[in-house]
């Protein structure tokens, strides 16, 4: 059987993937600890993108 190799989403650490480690995808509960202050204090952000809205179209026509 082939281990898998995943690196942590935090610091990066090369890990194998293992049922048994409670703190997947996580190498330590440090790292999870981490993500999710990142998570609470809104530093993951998705861009927002515009769209026109149908009465702008209309207005520039």
């Known amino acids: 059987m082939k281990l ?3 690196n ?3 610091c ?3 890990l194998t993937w293992k049922t ?3 703190h997947r995808p996580f190498c330590s509960e440090r790292c999870k600890i981490q993500d ?3 998570w609470a204090t809104e530093s ?3 861009p927002e993108t ?3 809205t149908d009465s702008n179209k ?3 026509e």
């Open 4 to 6: 898998l190799i995943v």
């Open 8 to 10: 942590c989403p935090q």
């Open 12 to 14: 990066g650490k090369a």
């Open 20 to 22: 048994t480690n409670r």
């Open 36 to 38: 999710l202050a990142q």
């Open 44 to 46: 993951y952000r998705i």
């Open 50 to 52: 515009t769209q026109e």
């Open 58 to 60: 209309d207005s520039s």
